[in-house]
């Protein structure tokens, strides 16, 4: 299978179920990517202290 270069983790997400894949424990995964495409920017917000632990914990369990 030969996909399009993509960041859109929603676009990702849809190419791995469609070949077959369970991903349910990664579909978390998905609220990360508005934190990384805004951190990437200068005078963007820094997430709340609570927010920045819950998008921890959503990537330490992805990546388990």
């Known amino acids: 299978m030969v ?3 993509t960041h859109s ?5 849809l190419i791995i ?3 077959g894949m369970d991903i349910d424990e990664a579909r978390e ?3 990360l990517f508005d934190h990384a495409v805004e ?3 200068p005078g963007s917000e820094e ?3 609570e927010e920045a632990k819950e ?3 959503i990537a ?5």
């Open 55 to 57: 998008a921890l914990g």
């Open 47 to 49: 997430p709340a202290p």
């Open 60 to 64: 330490r369990e992805t990546l388990e």
């Open 3 to 5: 996909a399009a270069k």
């Open 29 to 31: 995964a998905i609220s």
């Open 17 to 19: 179920e469609e070949s």
């Open 9 to 13: 983790i929603d676009h990702l997400l």
């Open 39 to 41: 951190a990437r920017y």
